[in-house]
């Protein structure tokens, strides 16, 4: 039940569930999204103007999620859940990897999954 809960909760905010594993409580969930950023662009073509060499920016990122559940009695399970970020640039190199360390992002997750558990509990 957390695990349909949790990926009505992924799906909603957007992201593709990449990989499923029932029997181990695990999902991971991805999307795609934009990085750009004025000043870098600004800055690769000031610095390409006096260099003539093209200078690659920060492109698009993928925002990934790895949601784990694990059994602590025959009543709780609890959910762990981590967010992180891969920056690519335009030559689709790998420019950033990070953990998302927001706590607001968590909260808010664990807000929606608790709605959706309750959904989820009571069929509706």
Known sequence: MILNAAAAVFQDLGFNIDESET??????????????SAGQIAGAIILGLFSGVAVP???HQLIRVSLITCPISEKSIAVR????????????????????????????FYEKLSQSVFLEAHQL
Request: glycine share 2%; proline share 2%.
């Open 81 to 108: 859940v981590t967010f992180q970020r891969i920056i690519y640039n335009t030559y689709n190199q790998v420019t950033k990897a990070e953990s998302i360390k927001d706590p607001e992002l968590y909260q808010q």
């Open 23 to 36: 029997d181990l409580g695990v999902i991971v969930c991805s999307k795609k999204r934009d990085a750009t």
């Open 57 to 59: 920016v920060d492109k």
